[in-house]
């Protein structure tokens, strides 16, 4: 325990099943954003202490190849790792969970929080937390193919109901979940509600487990503040990391007191250090999508990143876009 500034104790350090994460700041799960290349340049900056891949359809993942698979493309350096999945039937479980296995996850993610078109159409992130008793056989067979640590990830429900949000998450505990992300959203409010940091407060006080708070953390300041409302165990950083894939280092440093050496990387070199990771990992016609959705949050770092994001938005090629990014450095104030 260390006070970090904020004038509560907060947690240095988390054990899940003889998994250290230190410091408790994760990476979030973030469709076409929480890619090998995302993970290592924020692994590279320092800070996080736990990396999530994006949604995994359990269903496929046995199919995938972990060496031209975007989701399953991994460097040595990303770790500990938590493959996240989303799936609605028992039966995709256990060979989903040997390929993670064999992929040496360091621990596995059930997505019980994402409420996007394509998973309202199977019935799974946020659409199965309608049915907890379902959730809970799932868990009870997710947690018995596996000694891997098992989190979960979930808003706070339909509406506020504190009575039924506490039941939903104990159940979890006690069904074995070893680590729950709270995002302190109802399933249907958009990012520009401010997320209830208090409620996520109000679950940490309900179960013994770890409990990471998401939602909003955008800056030290916003992660000092989250801590303070939330009394939560750790932090997950989703849209902010990707914006500023630093900012785990920020707080590490500011908040945990870690030593972390800066990289010295000026964000030209984060933006091109990001592009070159794309290329070395990625297939061809896998690296320009990445770019554009990565330039679009890391845009909002400068004054006019607008024109960051429209232009490298409107390229046709990879060397396009990188002439573009460049020609707009030139002239960029952060
Ligand atoms: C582009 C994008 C993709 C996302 N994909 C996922 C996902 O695959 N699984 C998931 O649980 N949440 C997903 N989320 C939600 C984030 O993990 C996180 O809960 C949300 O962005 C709030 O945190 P933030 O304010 O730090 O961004 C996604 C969010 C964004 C912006």
Redesign the pocket.
Known sequence: MAEGGIGVAITNSLALRGLTIAPPLAL??????SHSALRTLVVEEGGAGLLFT??LAARKLPQESDQTSPYLIRGKEERPLFY?LFLTEKEDIAPAVDRLHQLHAQGIDL?L??PAPQLRRHGAGVFLTGDPQRVRILIQTLRAATNLPVSA?IRLGECLDEGRLLAFCRMLEGEGVDLLTV?GRLDKEK?CRRPRWDWIGMVKGAVTIPVLA????FSVEDARQCLQVSGADGLM????AACRPWLCAEIARRVYGQQIAPTGRTAQEVFNRFATLLEERFPLERRLGRLKQFSHYFAQNFQFGHILATSVQNSLTMDEAKRQAEEFFLHSTV
């Open positions: 979030a799960p973030m469709v076409g954003l994006e949604m996240q997505n929080g994402c990830k995002h990012f998401n939602g909003g953390i950083l989703g849209r902010g």
